[in-house]
């Protein structure tokens, strides 16, 4: 059974950065791609960022870039998420997720595996 665990999380004030993390879990035979997604209170869940599964192509959403890093750790399907100059509207959940897959996958419907989250806030 794949089981995804977040940790990182927490209170920062705007401009400060936060490291997510995710991983390792699963088979370590097989590779997934894994992404970043976000929900904020009233609102849909929302991609934030994408890593293929070698490690070798990244995906950002328009709103982070820039100012957000996904990378692969070096422990098989581990994934980190370095986020600087955070904002106000960057507070949500954040979710970790794996897809079986070995491309950049952005499409949230074609993640197979979510975990519970984890909670960043951002004070202005």
């Known amino acids: 059974q794949v089981q995804l665990l977040e940790s990182g999380g927490g209170l920062v004030q705007a401009g400060g950065s936060l490291k997510l993390s995710c991983g390792p879990f699963?088979?370590?035979?097989?590779?997934?791609?894994m992404g970043w997604f976000r929900q904020a209170p009233g609102k849909e869940r929302e991609f934030v960022a994408a890593i293929n599964w070698s490690g070798t192509m990244t995906h950002y959403a328009d709103s982070v870039k820039g100012r957000f890093t996904i990378s692969r750790g070096n422990a098989e399907n581990t994934v980190f998420l370095q986020m600087n100059s955070l904002k106000p509207e960057d507070t949500a959940v954040y979710y970790c997720a794996a897809a079986y897959s070995r491309l950049v996958v952005a499409d949230i419907l074609q993640y197979d595996y979510w975990g519970q989250g984890t909670q960043v806030t951002v004070s202005s």
């Open positions: 699963g088979h370590t035979s097989t590779s997934y791609a």
